[in-house]
């Protein structure tokens, strides 16, 4: 297959090339604005490959996306391209609402054209998968999952954001018959991820010594998964996932805040024994305004309808991705130095 990756460029679309290209032997073709987030250095893995093709593209420009539905006749897109930190939501949405409510627009549009020009088994085959996020059902309390039923709840500028594109998604998918499947992802980490957030943060952070700035009581919880997981999920999705459905992913592994960067100190205890212990170096500071308290995904459909199961655990996932940044300061290095120091970032101003 010829694949549309937008926002291939950055931590999950990154992941998701490699695996398309890498493991399955698709071909891509990368959209990517190249914002602060995006990061070529991830992609050098498959970027020599005859498979790979990137185009710098802001998907909110109509008139380029459509030249690159001419020009490469893709059999799926994955949509990826969006903001995605939520302080940075905080500190400036307009950003969010132009790529996330205004960019899927313009790709929803561009594929309903395109396919309106297509036959009958292009247009039968097609498929667009528009990723997004578990922070649209909102905030659970101690109890309960989020399954594809749970009506959407955002609380922040992001979280909203990516409802918006959803519910496009879905209504482009109703009205006039674009192909897209929704998939709603809990929290990613691993290998490439930027950092600003929270695990890569805290591995840079406790590397050099410095406070690990855990916000509020560190009692939040968020549902893990690998980024790798998440990559083989979307694949499977494209290949066997029905058009109008919702498939939520997550990996089961629901974890406090603080027992995260408690298992962080923990693995470089082990692995950078420098600076140890690593806990010493935890602080607690101010919340982030509007914190979801829990997130927790109902994998079950995908389980069960598509035989998916997340490889990795939160502990041997968690163990890869900080033996992942000990060995690759090449890779984050210029990323800490030049694009992104570690400030607090999201607090609202009195
Ligand atoms: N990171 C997570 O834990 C997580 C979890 C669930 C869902 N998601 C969703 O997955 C997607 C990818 O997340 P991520 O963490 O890899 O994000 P990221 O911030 O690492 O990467 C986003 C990429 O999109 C590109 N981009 C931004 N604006 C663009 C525009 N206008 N046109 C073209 N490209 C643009 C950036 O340059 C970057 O390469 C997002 O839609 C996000 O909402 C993320």
């Given at each position: 297959?010829?694949?549309?990756?937008?926002?291939?460029?950055?931590?999950?679309?990154?992941?998701?090339?490699?695996?398309?290209?890498?493991?399955?032997?698709?071909?891509?073709?990368?959209?990517?604005?190249?914002?602060?987030?995006?990061?070529?250095?991830?992609?050098?893995?498959?970027?020599?490959?005859?498979?790979y093709k990137f185009a710098k593209v802001d998907i909110c420009d109509a008139p380029a996306v459509a030249a690159?539905?001419?020009?490469?006749?893709?059999?799926?897109?994955?949509?990826?391209?969006?903001?995605?930190?939520?302080?940075?939501?905080?500190?400036?949405?307009?950003?969010?609402?132009?790529?996330?409510?205004?960019?899927?627009?313009?790709?929803?549009?561009?594929?309903?054209?395109?396919?309106?020009?297509?036959?009958?088994?292009?247009?039968?085959?097609?498929?667009?998968?528009?990723?997004?996020?578990?922070?649209?059902?909102?905030?659970?309390?101690?109890?309960?999952?989020?399954?594809?039923?749970?009506?959407?709840?955002?609380?922040?500028?992001?979280?909203a954001s990516k409802a918006a594109s959803d519910h496009l998604a879905k209504a482009w998918q109703r009205t006039?018959?674009?192909?897209?499947?929704?998939?709603?992802?809990?929290?990613?980490?691993?290998?490439?991820?930027?950092?600003?957030?929270?695990?890569?943060?805290?591995?840079?952070?406790?590397?050099?010594?410095?406070?690990?700035?855990?916000?509020?009581?560190?009692?939040?919880?968020?549902?893990?998964?690998?980024?790798?997981?998440?990559?083989?999920?979307?694949?499977?999705?494209?290949?066997?996932?029905?058009?109008?459905?919702?498939?939520?992913?997550?990996?089961?592994?629901?974890?406090?805040?603080?027992?995260?960067?408690?298992?962080?100190?923990?693995?470089?205890?082990?692995?950078?024994?420098?600076?140890?212990?690593?806990?010493?170096?935890?602080?607690?500071?101010?919340?982030?305004?509007?914190?979801?308290?829990?997130?927790?995904?109902?994998?079950?459909?995908?389980?069960?309808?598509?035989?998916?199961?997340?490889?990795?655990?939160?502990?041997?996932?968690?163990?890869?991705?900080?033996?992942?940044?000990?060995?690759?300061?090449?890779?984050?290095?210029?990323?800490?130095?030049?694009?992104?120091?570690?400030?607090?970032?999201?607090?609202?101003?009195?």
């Amino acid at each position: 297959m010829r694949i549309f990756v937008t926002g291939g460029a950055g931590f999950i679309g990154s992941a998701v090339c490699r695996h398309l290209i890498g493991d399955l032997g698709h071909e891509v073709v990368v959209i990517d604005k190249l914002t602060y987030a995006a990061n070529l250095a991830s992609l050098a893995p498959v970027s020599d490959s005859p498979l790979y093709k990137f185009a710098k593209v802001d998907i909110c420009d109509a008139p380029a996306v459509a030249a690159l539905f001419d020009r490469h006749a893709p059999d799926a897109i994955i949509h990826l391209a969006a903001e995605s930190h939520v302080d940075r939501s905080i500190s400036g949405p307009g950003v969010f609402l132009q790529t996330n409510v205004i960019g899927t627009f313009t790709l929803l549009e561009a594929v309903r054209a395109y396919l309106a020009g297509a036959g009958k088994a292009k247009s039968d085959s097609f498929r667009m998968i528009h990723v997004s996020t578990d922070e649209v059902y909102g905030s659970l309390g101690d109890e309960g999952l989020f399954t594809e039923e749970t009506p959407y709840d955002p609380s922040s500028p992001y979280s909203a954001s990516k409802a918006a594109s959803d519910h496009l998604a879905k209504a482009w998918q109703r009205t006039y018959g674009v192909p897209v499947i929704v998939s709603n992802c809990s929290n990613n980490y691993g290998p490439y991820h930027f950092p600003e957030k929270l695990i890569p943060l805290m591995i840079l952070t406790a590397l050099e010594g410095r406070p690990l700035p855990v916000y509020g009581d560190g009692a939040n919880v968020r549902d893990w998964l690998y980024v790798e997981d998440h990559a083989r999920a979307l694949a499977l999705i494209l290949g066997r996932g029905r058009p109008g459905e919702t498939y939520n992913i997550g990996g089961r592994n629901e974890r406090k805040n603080l027992h995260v960067v408690q298992r962080i100190c923990e693995a470089m205890d082990r692995l950078h024994p420098d600076g140890a212990p690593h806990e010493r170096l935890i602080t607690f500071v101010a919340d982030r305004p509007g914190h979801d308290r829990r997130y927790a995904i109902d994998a079950a459909k995908l389980e069960t309808e598509l035989g998916w199961r997340a490889q990795e655990t939160f502990e041997t996932g968690l163990e890869k991705t900080v033996a992942w940044f000990l060995e690759n300061e090449a890779w984050w290095r210029p990323l800490r130095q030049g694009v992104y120091g570690g400030q607090r970032l999201g607090l609202i101003q009195a």
